[in-house]
């Protein structure tokens, strides 16, 4: 039987508590391979201009770059990439931007 590809993650997020949280959950999973995880916007872009990710697992916010105004200019550089934001207490306004904006599928996360 042929051994299945691994989906490449990028974590982004501002937490490192996150991040290292989402890591222990999907390290679980031997189709799934975290391929970095970073804190900021810039540092997200520059990984997925290098190529190799499938899923970007994103919160909505990341440092002050509020992530749905990001995810236009992503969606049309990186076709192929796949968005999944992560989402808390957010206003149905942004989470209706996020979805307007092209993101695949939103994660709904409660947090304390």
């Known amino acids: 039987m042929p051994k ?6 990028l974590l982004v997020s501002e937490y490192a ?7 222990a959950l999907l390290s ?3 189709d799934f391979h ?15 201009q290098r190529g190799g990710t499938d899923l970007v697992l994103l919160e909505s916010t990341v440092q002050g770059d509020p992530v749905p105004s ?10 192929r990439v796949r968005l999944l934001l992560l989402v808390g207490s957010q206003p149905p306004s942004t989470i209706r931007r996020a ?3 092209g993101v ?5 996360v409660i947090f304390g």
Do not use: K
């Open 34 to 48: 975290v391929r970095a995880d970073v804190g900021t916007a810039a540092e997200a872009e520059s990984l997925l």
């Open 28 to 30: 679980r999973q031997s």
């Open 99 to 101: 979805l307007d904006a």
């Open 4 to 9: 299945q590809e691994s989906t490449h993650i």
């Open 70 to 79: 990001l995810i236009p200019s992503w969606r049309r550089r990186f076709p």
């Open 17 to 23: 508590i996150v991040r290292e949280g989402l890591i």
């Open 104 to 108: 695949t599928v939103i994660v709904p």
